[in-house]
């Protein structure tokens, strides 16, 4: 009976192990069929998003190709505009005063600006200067009146200062003040003749002012009554502004260095600049950046800068000027139907860029009124300060930068359907 009685309860064990069993693999099969059929929607919807995102890139490829085309055509207005300057500077050469050097560029104003084609001479009121030419760098420095808030001060002493003698010899600062505010351009001049007086002496530090009759009654930001419209006139007259101080600045040195009245130049700046101007074994280069932000520390060769000039007068109404900047720079570098990874290439050839930053932003007020701006350049890295809706719009990346991500996503989708149809 005792034999029996065991029997009986292995059975049962045996019985209830098997039941166990079987429900556990009922379970495991129910979880690895689930399983099984999440993965192929995931792969069905991998899938799919890589087909859309395969016909977002022939849609990008074809409007690329259509900018190019664009881009050409606006490279033969460029030329047909530069062969019409020539010779309109011929017939009002008579009108220019002799013993004045006058860049022939500042003709091209009248193009642009038809309320100006009756004027006689198209030059900047030179408040202070002795006319220094033949040195090595010009320093464009475009300021103008923001209120309670000045930082030119702090530029200036940051910029002279920390120059050696010789680099102050061999070079030319020059503050163009771009306010109708005459008490502005007052208390400039007062500041510097105070604080600078040296450099006045030397004709190492110049001031320039920029005459009203230049900029339109439309550029009267204080007449416009949407705030669009008057951002959008105040990047006009910025892009403006540069225009002429460049164009000023051209015929006197090699070189010319674009800063704002509101940053910090890092010790022996000058120093670092010349060394690596001297030690780049390629003359094929278009400009240099000293600093990543906006049209801070940008490095011209002057022979070059009437081109800049002329292409940033034929759009300074649509984009701001560093945006202009890089349209000119896929103008210059892209040819029509190139592929875009031998442009990419040329273009990493010609842009050159110094790190760590040369110069620092430090202007939180805006020459715009109202505008407050949290980002810094640190000499190390970008900080942007504020919430989401104080900061400032950051620059739109390159399209051919954008490509070359996009072709990343493209293959890396490529390999996880893969993995996943392995899996399967």
């Known amino acids: ?19 166990a069993l079987f429900s556990f693999s009922c379970f495991c099969i129910y979880k690895i069929t689930q399983t099984n059929n999440r993965l192929i929607n995931c792969r069905n919807h991998i899938l799919e998003f890589k087909e859309n995102m395969l016909h977002l890139r022939n849609k990008t490829e074809k409007n690329s190709q259509e900018m190019m085309k664009v881009l050409n055509r606006i490279k033969y207005e460029i030329t047909k505009r530069e062969n019409l300057s020539g010779n309109l500077v011929a017939q009002k050469a008579d009108i220019l005063n002799k013993n004045e050097t006058v860049s022939n560029t500042f003709e091209d104003l009248k193009f642009f600006f038809p309320h100006i084609r009756k004027e006689g001479r198209i030059y900047p009121d030179v408040i202070i200067g002795k006319g220094k030419t033949g040195v090595s760098f010009a320093l464009g420095i475009s300021t103008v009146n923001r209120g309670n808030y000045s930082y030119l001060k702090q530029t200036l002493t940051s910029v002279v200062s920390r120059m050696t003698l010789s680099e102050e010899k061999d070079s030319v600062v020059i503050v163009s003040v771009a306010d109708s505010n005459e008490d502005y351009l007052h208390s400039v001049v007062k500041m510097i003749t105070r604080k600078f007086k040296r450099q006045v002496r ?3 530090l110049e001031v320039i002012s920029i005459p009203a009759f230049l900029y339109s009654s439309m550029l009267n930001a204080k007449h416009l009554a949407e705030a669009s419209q008057k ?51 390629s003359n094929n280069w278009f400009f240099i950046e ?43 570098v892209c040819d029509t139907g190139e592929d875009l990874g031998n442009c990419t290439k040329r273009k990493k050839q010609i842009r050159i860029r110094y790190k760590p930053s040369l110069f620092q932003h430090v202007g939180i007020h805006s020459s715009f009124p109202g505008k407050e701006q949290y980002e810094k350049f640190y000499f190390n890295v970008i900080e942007t300060a504020g919430s989401e809706k104080d900061r400032p ?23 996880l359907a893969m993995k996943v149809k392995q899996c399967m």
Request: glycine share 4%; charged share 20%; net charge neutral.
């Open 1 to 19: 009976r005792v034999s029996a009685m065991r029997t009986k309860q292995v059975n049962l064990l045996i019985t209830l192990v098997a039941v």
């Open 202 to 204: 030397s004709g190492s």
């Open 231 to 281: 951002l959008a006139s105040w990047q006009t007259k910025q892009v403006l502004d540069f225009c002429i101080l460049m164009l000023y600045a051209q015929p006197k040195a090699k070189y010319y260095l674009q800063l704002e009245d509101d940053i910090i130049a890092k010790e022996m700046y000058f120093t670092k600049i010349t060394d690596f101007v001297g030690n780049i074994s």
């Open 290 to 332: 000293f600093s990543m932000l906006g049209f801070i520390g940008k490095l011209f060769r002057s022979e070059d800068l009437t081109h800049f000039v002329r292409f940033f007068l034929m759009f300074y109404k649509e984009k701001p000027i560093d945006w202009l900047l890089n349209d000119i720079f896929q103008v210059k």
């Open 393 to 415: 719009d950051l620059h739109p990346v390159s399209t051919v930068y954008g490509l070359c991500i996009f072709e990343q996503v493209i293959s890396f989708i490529t390999w």
